[in-house]
């Protein structure tokens, strides 16, 4: 953005607007003892600002709305899956482009292939979903963050790095490992981008022990600007050259088009083995569909090819980055600590610094994620034993950033009702888990206060 104001607008203008329900206090504690203390089984209707997820929320723009009018939806290559296709490898690098309906999807096709059974898959940090397909297949996920990321308060510029001396032991050792997957950025540890050079070492360690080197790059773009940001060298590159280097570095990738793909479904498994690729598309074939829609329809590929030509838009990203970062450091002013520094589509609070009278077991973060709906119907969702279990770092309370959805009055309010949830901190008590499955067990747990 090259305007000398210190403001930085939302580089787009509303067309359409969506109506939002008002609720009182009463109501709300009503609705969150019937969802069991559960954000994930309260009504979208029920929630006034909506911070559950980042993934598939975003608004999209005029160019994918004229594009899903172009979809065509042709069963066998119809023209959006060749715009599709061009787009992902022109962008990536990558030969083979395989749809899927999201980024899980991709997942499991590739951990299936890759045969994780009775093995290691290695990351800076696995997300929920990521994790729990490697363990469903019989596989073992290891996470493998600096040691400086599991302090939230700790300032560095590329917090979300995968600690390289702890992977070249791993390699080395004795563990099977069936492949090294980072996470960019990484949504576990924060939010916080990876840098170049940490991508570079991690593909080059692999490299040298014939491991597969995997991105799981659903926000791309965003630790792409970061880099550009932060890394020296990179300032003057466009965002896209700096995400092709990034793609460069790795045998293949999966990605949820849900987040940096600007849409509200999607994503891919792009890889450059040919005999990989014939395994996965078949597979793709039996539970996704056939490999030119994969679980997508024409106008959804459209959507997506259109969407990663606007995520690296340097206007787009700006505005994001600055947008976040506004939003943690009102909360921070409001008396709530954050994991430092503000990422791109989140801010975490550190429940377990703010709740220090919680203990993990209780779910401080479940306490405070419930607290924000409490005080103002505000949605975010619990980062830490209740997602993960006994093997959670840190008590994490995440509100992630819908793209192109609110104004600064939505983040203002969001602010303001941070700043009532922290004047009664210490009132706040844990709860115990009622009712839960064996996998996944955040999305539909019922919990029970305590006190």
Not at 99 to 114: K, M, V
Not at 425 to 450: I, Q, T, W, Y
Request: glycine share 10%; hydrophobic share 40%.
């Amino acid at each position: 953005m090259n305007s000398p104001m210190k403001t930085i607008i939302e580089p787009f203008r509303i067309k359409s607007v969506e109506p939002l329900r008002m609720t009182t206090r009463e109501e709300r504690c009503e609705i969150l003892a019937r969802a069991h203390y559960n954000l994930f089984r309260v009504r979208a209707e029920d929630v006034l600002i909506d911070l559950l997820t980042d993934s598939g929320t975003g608004a999209m723009s005029s160019e994918q709305w004229a594009g899903i009018m172009r979809g065509d939806e042709s069963y066998a290559h119809a023209r959006s899956w060749y715009r599709f296709r061009d787009r992902v490898q022109a962008l990536t690098g990558f030969e083979h482009i395989i749809p899927t309906h999201q980024g899980r999807a991709a997942e499991r096709i590739l951990f299936s292939c890759l045969g994780v059974e009775g093995k290691t898959v290695a990351s800076n940090n696995l997300f929920d979903t990521t994790r729990a397909n490697v363990e469903y297949l019989g596989g073992r996920g290891v996470d493998l963050p600096i040691p400086e990321s599991l302090i939230p308060s700790r300032e560095l510029p590329f917090k979300g790095n995968m600690d390289l001396e702890a992977l070249e032991a791993l390699l080395a050792g004795d563990a099977d490992v069936a492949c090294v997957i980072l996470t960019v950025t990484n949504n576990s540890g924060g939010g916080q981008p990876v840098s170049m050079a940490n991508i570079a070492g991690a593909s080059q360690l692999c490299r040298n022990h014939g491991v597969p080197f995997y991105l799981d790059a659903c926000r791309f773009a965003e630790n792409a600007y970061f880099i550009k940001l932060r890394e020296e060298g990179f300032a003057d590159r466009a965002v896209e050259s700096i995400a092709h280097e990034i793609f460069s570095h790795a045998d293949g990738a999966t990605f949820s088009a849900k987040k940096d793909g600007l849409a509200n479904i999607g994503g891919f498994l792009a890889a450059n083995d040919d005999h990989l690729a014939a395994q996965e598309q078949e597979l793709l074939i039996l539970s996704e569909g056939f490999p030119t829609y994969g679980g997508l329809a024409g106008r959804d590929l459209e959507a997506i090819a259109v969407g990663l030509v606007e995520v690296v838009q340097e206007d787009y990203l700006e505005y994001r980055l600055a947008s976040t970062c506004y939003l943690g450091e009102g909360l921070e002013r409001a008396g709530l600590p954050i994991v430092r520094p503000p990422g791109a589509h989140a801010i975490y609070i550190d429940a377990g610094a703010f709740l220090p009278h919680i203990p993990n077991v209780q779910f401080p973060a479940q306490s405070l994620c419930c607290a924000f709906y409490e005080e103002g119907g505000v949605r975010g969702v619990e980062i830490g034993t209740l997602m993960f279990g006994e093997s959670a770092k840190l008590e994490l309370l995440r509100l992630a950033i819908p793209r192109r959805v609110y104004t600064q009055s939505h983040i203002d309010y969001v602010v303001e009702v941070g700043g009532q949830v922290a004047k009664r901190g210490c009132d706040l008590r844990g709860f115990r888990l009622a009712k839960a499955p064996k996998v996944l067990r955040h999305f539909s747990a019922e919990l029970e206060p305590l006190g």
